[in-house]
C-alpha cells in the first residue's frame, strides 16, 4: 500500500487525487509504520525492551533525518515524479523482502531477557480500557509533550520576534535538541529496563516545564540551546516510556488497540495546539504566558502521573502473585 501510494503521488495531477495520496502516504507510511515497530518491538523484548525501542526510535529519527534530504536531492537529479517512482520501487524491492525476511522466524527470547522488576499488567480489551479512570488520568500526560513541543516548534518564528533572538541562531539550537534527543532516547531505555516504565513516568515532563517557563520568562541569547536540551531531553524520555509503559498497563494482547487509541489522541492534541495558542495571541493572551502556564501545567501532572504508577503497581500485584515467572 506504501508503494502503491508512492506511485499515486508520481501521477498525481488533481487536487484530489493528491489529498487522497497523502491520506495514503500518512496512513500507511507515517502513521502505520512507527505504530507497527513500536508495538511489535514491546511485544517481542521484556526485560530489554526499553533499549530495543530506543534503538527503534533512533532509526526512525535518523530515516526522518537522512531521507527527507536525499529525496530534495534525489528530486533535484532526476525530478519529484520520477522520483516518487523510485521511491515506490524502493519499497517494493528493498524494504518488502528485508521485513519478511526478519519476520519469517517467531522470536525465542533468551532467559536473560526475563526481568523480575517489570510485571506485564493482564490483557485488558479497548472497552476495558476506555472504562479505566486511570487511562484519562494518564492522557494528561501522554499529550503534554506533543502539544507543547508542536506549539513551540511552530510559533518559533513569532517568539523569536519577541525575545529579539537571531533566527539563525534559534535555528542553529535545534542541533542541540537532536543529540539530547538521541542521548535521552537511550539513556531512558538503559533505565526502564533497569527499574521500569511506570518508574520513568512521573519525570518525563520535568525538563518539558522548566523548558517552557525558561521560554516564557528568560531573553538571554544562551537561552535557545537551554531549552532545546531540555525539550530533547523530555521529547526522547517521553516516546520511549510510552512504548514501554502500555504493557505494564494494559498487558500485550490488545497493545496495538490501545496504543492506536493513545496515538489518536496525542495527534489530535498535537495537531490542535498551535491553533488553539494562535487563536489566544489574537485575542491578545500573551504568548510567554501561555508558555508559563504550559510549564506550570506539567509539574502537577507529574505529581499526578506517580500517583497513577502507585495504582498501577497496586493493581498488577495480583496477576504477579498467579505466576512467579513474568511473560517473556
Known amino acids: 500500500m506504501l508503494a502503491a501510494a508512492t506511485a499515486l503521488m508520481a501521477f498525481s495531477a488533481h487536487v484530489a487525487g493528491l489529498m487522497l495520496t497523502i491520506y495514503l502516504l500518512r496512513l500507511f507510511g507515517q502513521g502505520m509504520f512507527p505504530h507497527t515497530a513500536y508495538t511489535a518491538t514491546a511485544r517481542w523484548f521484556t526485560a530489554q525492551r526499553g533499549k530495543a525501542l530506543s534503538l527503534v526510535i533512533l532509526g526512525h529519527n535518523a530515516g526522518e533525518a537522512v531521507l527527507i534530504a536525499g529525496f530534495v536531492a534525489l528530486s533535484a537529479a532526476i525530478g519529484w515524479r520520477l522520483g516518487w517512482l523510485v521511491l ?71 517568539l523569536v520576534e519577541l525575545r529579539g533572538w537571531s533566527l539563525g541562531v534559534f535555528a542553529s539550537a535545534f542541533v542541540v535538541w537532536a543529540g539530547v534527543n538521541s542521548l535521552s532516547t537511550l539513556m531512558t531505555g538503559y533505565l526502564i529496563d533497569r527499574f521500569s516504565g511506570l518508574s520513568a513516568l ?36 517521553a516516546t520511549t516510556t510510552l512504548g514501554s509503559v502500555l504493557p505494564e498497563v494494559y498487558g500485550l494482547r490488545h497493545l496495538g488497540a490501545i496504543r492506536a487509541l493513545i496515538v489518536a489522541t496525542t495527534v489530535f492534541a498535537t495537531a490542535a495546539g498551535p491553533g488553539i495558542t494562535g487563536y489566544l495571541i489574537d485575542i491578545g493572551v500573551g504568548y510567554p504566558a501561555q508558555l508559563i502556564a504550559m510549564g506550570v501545567y506539567c509539574f502537577p501532572v507529574s505529581v499526578l502521573m506517580a500517583f497513577v504508577a502507585r495504582r498501577v503497581r497496586a493493581r498488577n500485584l495480583p496477576s504477579k502473585a498467579v505466576s512467579d515467572t513474568p511473560r517473556a
Request: aromatic share 12%; charged share 10%; glycine share 8%.
Open 202 to 237: 512521573p519525570f518525563v515532563l520535568l525538563p518539558l516545564g522548566v523548558a517552557s517557563i525558561l521560554l516564557g520568562t528568560m531573553t538571554a541569547d544562551w537561552t535557545p540551546f537551554l531549552v532545546m536540551a531540555l525539550l530533547g531531553a523530555s521529547s526522547g524520555a
Open 88 to 158: 515506490g520501487v524502493a519499497v517494493l524491492v528493498i524494504a518488502l523482502p528485508l521485513v519478511l525476511w526478519l519476520a519469517a522466524v517467531e522470536r525465542v527470547p533468551a532467559s536473560t531477557e526475563i526481568n523480575p522488576r517489570v510485571v506485564d499488567a493482564r490483557d485488558w480489551t479497548r472497552g476495558e480500557v476506555l472504562r479505566d479512570p486511570l487511562f484519562y488520568l494518564s492522557m494528561l500526560g501522554f499529550m503534554a509533550p506533543g502539544f507543547i513541543v508542536t506549539v513551540i516548534f511552530f510559533h518559533q518564528v513569532y
